[in-house]
C-alpha cells in the first residue's frame, strides 16, 4: 500500500481511538460522582487522547512493523492487531451515528418545528461577558454562545381536550450562572420570554455554578409570568453547590415551585396536567404520578434524559430535559461528541418520539465553558395542538 494510503488508515484508527475514549467519558459523566472523581477520568481522557497521535505514528507507522516507512500490517502484533480492530469498530460506530444524527424522522406528534435566531449580542452592544472565569473563551471568534436560537415546537398530543388548544410551555434549563456570562444575557433572555406570553413556565436545573451570585435568580427567573405557574427542578451542578439554599431562594425570594421528587396536579379549563419533577441519579427520588388521576397530560421535568427510560415505563406523555447542552461543540458532519449520557451523543438534544412519551432535550442556555461551535444556546418554546377527531395520531397513540 501507499504511504499515503497506510496514513489514511492511522488517521480511521486515530477517529476511532477518540470514538471509544468520548464514548466511554460521556458514560462515566452520567454517574453522580463528585467533581474529583470525574476530574481523573477525564485526565485519562485527555491523556489518552493527545498521547495515541505520537505512540501510533512513531511505533505503528515508524517503528515496527513502520507501515509509512514501508513496513507491511500483517506484520503488527498481536496486541496492536487487537486494539485495531476494536477502534475500527469505533470508526463504524462513528459513521453509524453521525448518519442517524443527520437521518432521523421528526416526532409524529411534532407537527411544527419552527427557529428564530436572535445575536443579542448585537442588541445589547457587544458580547456581554461579565468577571467571570474563562473569559478569554467567551471572546474567540465564531463562538455563538450569545447566540440565541428561540425553538417553538408545535406538539399535537392524542387526546387532549380541545379547551387546550394553544397551551403555551416555555422552558428554561442549564443557566449556569458564573458570572463569566454576564446577567445582562439573561435579562434579555427573560424579556423574550415574558414577550412569548407562556402559560406555564418550567426550569430544568443547573442553575448556580457560583454561589456568591444566587441573588440573580429573583433579579431574574423572578420576573416570568406565566398564568399556570413556574415550576423548576434543580441539576448535578446545584447539587454541587448548595442545593437547600438554591432552593430556599427559588421558592422564597423567586417565587417558583419546587418540584423535585414529587407531582403537582394543575388545573385548566376543567382539565389536569399533572407535572412532576426528578433530580435523579444525583438528589432525591423519582415522583410518583397518580394512576387514578387520569390526567389529560402527564408531564415531566428531568434534569438528564437519562431518566426516559423511567418516564416510558410510567406512560409519561412529555419529558422536559437539558443537561447534555446539545454537545457545545458540534463538528460537521459528526454532530456532538461530548454528551455526559447513559445513552452517549443519542440524545445531546433534540425532540424525540419513544413511544408512550415524547422527549424534548434543550441545548440550555449557558454553561460552566462559554463556548459554543454550531450549537446555539437555545429557549424551548411548546404550543400544545389538540388533534382533531379520528386523527391518525390517536389511533397510533395508545393513550
Not at 22 to 50: E, Q
Not at 282 to 290: I, K, L, V, Y
Request: proline fraction near 7%.
Amino acid at each position: 500500500m501507499s504511504v499515503l494510503a497506510n496514513a489514511v488508515l492511522l488517521l480511521t484508527w486515530y477517529a476511532g481511538h477518540c470514538e471509544l475514549w468520548t464514548a466511554a467519558l460521556n458514560r462515566v459523566y452520567a454517574n453522580p460522582w463528585s467533581r474529583r472523581r470525574l476530574s481523573r477520568w477525564r485526565l485519562w481522557h485527555d491523556g489518552a487522547l493527545l498521547l495515541f497521535p505520537p505512540l501510533l505514528i512513531g511505533w505503528v507507522g515508524l517503528y515496527s512493523p513502520g507501515v509509512l516507512v514501508g513496513g507491511r500490517w500483517n506484520e503488527l502484533g498481536i496486541a496492536w492487531s487487537g486494539y485495531a480492530i476494536l477502534c475500527g469498530c469505533g470508526t463504524v460506530s462513528l459513521v453509524l451515528h453521525s448518519l442517524w444524527q443527520g437521518l432521523r424522522p421528526r416526532p409524529r406528534w411534532i407537527t411544527r418545528r419552527d427557529s428564530r435566531v436572535i445575536d443579542l449580542a448585537s442588541q445589547l452592544g457587544g458580547r456581554p461577558i461579565g468577571a467571570g472565569r474563562h473569559q478569554g473563551m467567551a471572546r474567540l471568534p465564531l463562538n455563538q454562545t450569545f447566540q440565541l436560537d428561540i425553538v417553538s415546537r408545535t406538539v399535537k398530543l392524542p387526546g387532549l381536550p380541545p379547551a387546550w388548544n394553544g397551551l403555551t410551555i416555555v422552558q428554561l434549563t442549564d443557566l449556569h450562572f458564573t458570572g463569566t456570562v454576564d446577567r445582562r444575557w439573561f435579562d434579555a433572555v427573560i424579556d423574550l420570554v415574558n414577550e412569548t406570553r407562556p402559560d406555564l413556565a418550567v426550569c430544568t436545573g443547573d442553575l448556580i455554578d457560583e454561589m456568591s451570585l444566587i441573588d440573580w435568580l429573583p433579579k431574574t427567573l423572578g420576573r416570568i409570568n406565566a398564568p399556570l405557574g413556574r415550576f423548576f427542578i434543580l441539576g448535578n451542578h446545584d447539587q454541587y453547590q448548595r442545593p437547600d439554599e438554591i432552593r430556599q431562594v427559588m421558592v422564597e425570594q423567586a417565587g417558583w415551585r419546587d418540584l423535585a421528587g414529587r407531582c403537582e396536579p394543575i388545573e385548566h379549563a376543567g382539565q389536569v396536567l399533572e407535572i412532576g419533577g426528578t433530580e435523579r441519579p444525583w438528589m432525591g427520588q423519582h415522583p410518583s404520578f397518580d394512576p387514578a388521576a387520569a390526567p389529560a397530560l402527564k408531564l415531566l421535568l428531568s434534569h438528564t434524559p437519562d431518566n426516559v427510560t423511567w418516564a416510558q415505563q410510567q406512560h409519561i406523555d412529555i419529558v422536559l430535559a437539558g443537561h447534555n447542552h446539545g454537545g457545545q461543540v458540534c463538528l460537521p458532519l459528526i454532530g456532538p461528541v461530548y454528551s455526559p449520557s447513559r445513552f452517549g451523543c443519542r440524545f445531546a438534544a433534540g425532540e424525540f418520539q419513544l413511544d408512550p412519551t415524547l422527549m424534548i432535550v434543550s441545548r440550555g442556555l449557558s454553561g460552566r465553558h462559554p463556548l459554543r461551535l454550531f450549537c446555539r444556546p437555545e429557549l424551548t418554546r411548546i404550543v400544545l395542538e389538540t388533534a382533531t377527531q379520528g386523527d391518525p395520531a390517536d389511533a397510533a397513540s395508545g393513550r
